[in-house]
């Protein structure tokens, strides 16, 4: 009589055996688990549904299922089933060995035929989701692992879009991208080509491969921006001349002339020794639409929407801030900001009431004054605070959202302001 393969009492939903923790984020930890059925080993992502939940994040889920589904090809990260419990979903993908690319090219640059070969697999994957009308919008060196063949593959779609995102001018609106990855177009906030934005990013990566560090690069974020935005990056003197081209072409500061898919893959450097397109064959899954049109908060715009640091500003003279919302990244606690206040309410004499888990409405005398004000964590150490005008007279809640109550949660100092201004200036000087 055969022997039946007993499954583990702690097997998840009788067929994982969860290993050890691979990564943490602020909303998901990554594990390592093996198939008790078939001992393949798989990578699994638990997402807590009550972190994102409470931060409006749920949608991106369902986007990032929906978007890993449609994708099957060598190069990217593939997603085996999604299964879910009352309190978390688990993302089921293949696991990965080798590590992050970061890691491997942290310890010294590549020579350009090892560049080549892990460029040619990354714009083979990027070319592969454009097709499909899927747009990346997050390609950096953290996001590109390494299998037990040395072969790339893409991970991380949290923060794609896909064609149905894209609004009437033909361009994607979201603020999306790693600061040191960000292309110089998504700065102005004047919409946005996924796939152009794909390809710049594509660029950064090649240049960190070979030369070994960033191509724009600076502690103070209002300096990186103004290098990005007018494209100031030196080549290494060991870098080939036709490497050269190429890098100038991908980091083209203009979308309408950078290098696009179909170019790359004819270069004289791109095709040196020989370049063999991957062929594939799709199942047919289609997307969800309701699934679409989600607004993501990532590094990007954690800067973006913070007080001071609105880039639309330095590259739009006919840019206003709206007047009746707000978001802004602080690095108090939550429950510090509610707080806040709460304390400045009670001396202001303004009525308070607690709303959901941390959010707060804010109501003057005689209707005069109605503001809604909520509270996200974004990470352990950041929260976005977002607030609105619910009702009352629009020129009172200026007054005391700006001159009053803003100045206590964000605290910037003059200094400050004096050299945010300055750098504003020197951007639009140039």
């Not at 807590?48 to 299922?65: A, D, H």
Request: charged residues 30%; contains cysteine; hydrophobic residues 40%.
């Amino acid at each position: 009589m055969p022997e039946i393969e007993r499954v583990p009492d702690n097997a998840l939903f009788g067929k994982y055996e969860l290993g050890k923790l691979l990564g943490c984020g602020a909303f998901a930890k990554v594990y390592h688990a093996r198939n008790v059925r078939t001992s393949q080993s798989v990578a699994i992502k638990v997402v807590n549904k009550k972190k994102i939940s409470t931060s409006s994040l749920m949608s991106n889920i369902k986007r990032e299922i929906s978007i890993m589904r449609m994708l099957n090809h060598p190069n990217i990260v593939k997603l085996f089933e999604v299964l879910a419990s009352k309190t978390k979903i688990y993302f089921v993908m293949e696991f990965i060995k080798g590590g992050e690319l970061f890691a491997k090219v942290a310890k010294g640059r590549f020579s350009e035929d090892l560049s080549r070969r892990y460029f040619q697999q990354l714009i083979s994957a990027v070319g592969y989701c454009h097709s499909r009308g899927v747009f990346h919008r997050d390609l950096k060196l953290e996001n590109l692992l390494l299998d037990d063949n040395g072969n790339l593959k893409v991970s991380d779609f949290g923060l794609s879009a896909i064609t149905e995102q894209i609004q009437p001018d033909g361009l994607l609106h979201t603020l999306c991208g790693t600061p040191a990855y960000v292309a110089p177009e998504i700065l102005a906030k004047k919409g946005y080509d996924g796939t152009k934005v794909d390809v710049w990013a594509c660029g950064v990566i090649l240049f960190v491969l070979t030369a070994g560090f960033l191509p724009f690069n600076d502690p103070n974020l209002m300096v990186l921006y103004r290098k990005i935005y007018k494209g100031e990056y030196r080549c290494p003197k060991w870098m080939s001349h036709d490497l050269k081209r190429l890098l100038s072409r991908l980091l083209d500061t203009n979308p309408d002339t950078r290098i696009t898919v179909d170019e790359i893959v004819r270069d004289p450097w791109f095709r040196k020794g020989g370049y063999k397109e991957i062929k594939f064959y799709d199942d047919e899954i289609k997307v969800d639409k309701e699934q679409t049109g989600v607004t993501s908060l990532n590094a990007f715009d954690l800067i973006s929407f913070s007080w001071g640091l609105d880039l639309s500003g330095l590259f739009d003279e006919s840019y206003n801030a709206v007047d009746d919302g707000e978001r802004f990244v602080s690095s108090e606690s939550a429950e510090r900001v509610i707080e806040k206040v709460e304390e400045w309410a009670k001396a202001a004499k303004l009525r308070v009431k607690r709303k959901k888990e941390l959010g707060l409405e804010v109501h003057g005398r005689n209707g005069i004054l109605m503001m809604e004000l909520e509270v996200y964590r974004l990470t352990e150490e950041l929260v976005v605070v977002e607030v609105k005008r619910k009702g009352g007279d629009a020129k009172c809640y200026r007054e005391i959202w700006k001159n009053k109550l803003k100045p206590v949660l964000c605290g910037s100092s003059s200094s400050d302001q004096q050299l945010q201004l300055q750098a504003a200036h020197e951007v639009k000087g140039n």
